[in-house]
């Protein structure tokens, strides 16, 4: 298949940018429901939004600090401004929808001091119909060559008391895994770092997320709850932590965005973090091959007895290849026999020590060999590497990579979003581009939608996964619920899919070889259309599929949609979403450790009649949570469906158009 790219940006005058006086500017969304107003007062910039009439933030400060100069709060002035919208039509090579109609109404906000150091900068505001994003931009100018920048303490004073669902973090070292807290906000304990993006549930039914697009040689955000209200912080640089962006201007912030919807699917199926990215900077995409893979580690690297000396060598990878090939699963990777990466390292626990080098396979891997021998069955090889073996040799090991034919590989144990880690990661997309290979990070921040101008990043971590049912019991159906509703909302989210070990949470064990999962097969199925990855995994060893119910689901399930529908949602229980590849849907749905019935309408689907392969929890899925019931029905876009889910169930179905 290929894929175009396009940016068709159109910029129209507009009179929905409304002009109060020299010192306040409102804009609206293009539907009139988002009302954003910027103003000054003694103490600097603030603003204010409103959602269909009902005020959401009120004298919310806009506060960015600077070590020349201090806060930028000094008599502030707001200069003349020019309103426009902006109209930009893309596509997308991997995500939930393929092409994108985007339309705002921006204003940009000049901003001068009128006594001091007399600095000056820009506020740009966006207004969709789904949210509102502002950014700083900081023109370059005679006294002001270049920037330290201390903080951002913007904040986002709530009118009301919303419910919460954020990540809380103990410090800005972090892989961003772990399970959501809830609570209200006025009792949410104050001064602990919150992971976004955060979900706000406000009364009259209206949900706020909020979170950042178009993370560049900057610092990544925080939420944090201080003095009764919620104020953004910027992770520390590790060599000098007071300073928090070091750049020379002109140089813009990310984007301060805030997903605004009475409908929370409405915040799923939002592209709003793609539209505040720039235009793919990737020229040849042909090589662009988003798809599934297996990830032998969670499965503890499991061979039928019957292998002939099983390790880190070639007849280990090719069982796993020969799987693949028979099973339309796309990449195999290679990542490591009996705790020892596949690559030359001295380090312990996957810790890379000082002579290690992810450009040199082990002795007995022939890694030209096996790419090789992949290749010939249709099945590309990728590897596991750990960022700090990676980074130091960067340049040798992709272009080793290339000459291998290794397709891509999974950088892990990052753990930081320090203004320096942001510019790392973004120098081993532009690295893995020009050696034709994707990127799935691991140990990762969240994605902030730079996947549009990097479209080699398949997908990211950053949250809690199916990885931890190897040492722990943390990962449950009501901690997978909650992933659609906040992490999900930031784009592709990294989980090793694919256990068919499922258990209720009375039978699970914990076992670090063939570990289970809880939550039925179903739930697992559904997984797979729920969040969005271009890097599906199918973790679990190749007998564990064979025969299986459920696998044949596996084997069709695309990665990477043209339109993406959420058709229920209920934080904290259910969710029902329904992807469309070509003409063909999917619908995968999961529920919490409750039983859900959930009744969805199929208005979406064309004319005409579909053939609908439902995967349904069996009803003794409560007690053997692997047992599901497979059925065929034929249903049309008058059809609704009624989905009863198991205690931690699910259900899948694809909808095929049946040929008149």
């Not at 590897?383 to 992709?398: D, I, N, R």
């Not at 619908?587 to 064309?606: M, Y």
């Amino acid at each position: 298949m290929q894929y175009l790219q396009k940016g068709l940006l159109a910029i129209i005058l507009l009179s929905t940018v409304i002009f109060t006086s020299q010192a306040q500017v409102k804009v609206k969304s293009p539907d009139g429901n988002i009302i954003f107003q910027i103003k000054t007062d003694r103490t600097g910039l603030y603003y204010d939004i409103k959602y269909k009439g009902t005020d959401l933030f009120k004298n919310s400060r806009l506060n960015i600090n600077f070590e020349q100069g201090g806060p930028f709060t000094n008599q502030l002035v707001i200069k003349n401004q020019k309103p426009e919208r902006l109209i930009d039509d893309y596509e997308l090579i991997t995500g939930k929808t393929s092409k994108v109609h985007s339309v705002c109404n921006r204003v940009v906000v000049p901003v001068a001091e009128r006594s001091g150091l007399h600095r000056k900068l820009n506020i740009e505001i966006r207004a969709f119909n789904d949210g509102v994003a502002f950014r700083y931009m900081l023109p370059a100018q005679k006294q002001w060559q270049s920037v330290n920048i201390t903080d951002e303490i913007n904040t986002f004073n709530f009118a009301g008391n919303p419910k919460v669902t954020a990540l809380l973090l103990p410090n800005y070292t972090s892989s961003h895994e772990g399970e959501y807290t809830k609570a209200e906000l006025i009792n949410l304990k104050a001064n602990n770092l919150m992971d976004m993006p955060a979900l706000f549930e406000l009364p009259k039914g209206i949900f706020v997320a909020i979170t950042e697009a178009n993370l560049h040689d900057y610092a990544g955000m925080y939420l944090i709850k201080h003095n009764h209200t919620i104020e953004t912080r910027l992770s520390p640089r590790l060599d000098e932590p007071s300073i928090k962006v070091k750049a020379k201007l002109p140089h813009n912030s990310p984007w301060r965005i805030m997903m605004i919807s009475d409908r929370v699917g409405a915040l799923i199926e939002s592209n709003i973090l793609t539209d505040l990215n720039e235009p793919n900077r990737i020229k040849d995409i042909s090589w662009l091959k988003p798809g599934k893979t297996t990830f032998p580690w969670w499965n503890g690297n499991v061979t039928p007895d019957s292998l002939n000396a099983p390790g880190n060598n070639y007849v280990t990878n090719m069982y796993y290849v020969d799987f693949c090939s028979k099973n339309n699963i796309d990449y195999h990777s290679v990542v490591e026999y009996g705790l020892h990466e596949w690559y030359v390292n001295d380090g312990e626990g996957f810790q890379p020590g000082p002579h290690a080098d992810p450009s040199k396979a082990v002795p007995g891997l022939d890694m030209q060999k096996l790419c090789d021998s992949a290749a010939k069955k249709g099945v590309g090889i990728r590897v596991w590497v750990h960022f700090y073996a990676l980074y130091p040799k960067l340049e040798q090991t992709f272009a080793q990579y290339e000459k291998w034919g290794i397709k891509g590989l999974m950088c892990d144990f990052m753990d930081r979003d320090d203004q320096e880690m942001v510019n790392m990661q973004e120098e081993i997309l532009q690295c893995a581009a020009r050696h034709k290979l994707h990127i799935q990070f691991h140990g990762a921040y969240k994605p902030t939608g730079m996947q549009r101008t990097y479209p080699n990043e398949f997908t990211r971590e950053g949250t809690l996964n199916y990885e931890n049912d190897k040492w722990g019991t943390r990962v449950t159906p009501n901690q997978d619920i909650d992933i659609p509703f906040t992490r999900l909302l930031a784009g592709p989210t990294d989980y090793h899919l694919g256990g068919f070990r499922a258990a209720t949470p009375q039978n699970f064990k914990v076992n670090y070889t063939r570990p289970m999962v809880m939550g039925t097969r179903c739930h697992m199925l559904a997984m797979y259309v729920v969040l969005e990855s271009a890097l599906g995994m199918v973790c679990d060893y190749p007998d564990a599929y064979i025969g299986e119910p459920g696998f044949d689901f596996l084997q069709q399930v695309p990665t990477t949609w043209n339109e993406t529908r959420v058709l229920a949602a209920k934080p904290s229980e259910y969710i029902a979403i329904a992807r469309r590849k070509g003409k063909d849907w999917y619908i995968g749905a999961i529920a919490n450790s409750s039983a859900q019935e959930i009744n969805v309408k199929l208005d979406f689907l064309g004319e005409g009649t579909y053939s609908a392969d439902i995967y349904r929890d069996a009803p003794d899925a409560t007690v053997n949570a692997n047992h599901l019931v497979k059925e065929i029905k034929h249903v049309s876009l008058t059809s609704d469906h009624k989905m009863l889910l198991a205690p931690g169930g699910g259900q899948v179905i694809h909808l095929s158009p049946m040929q008149p």
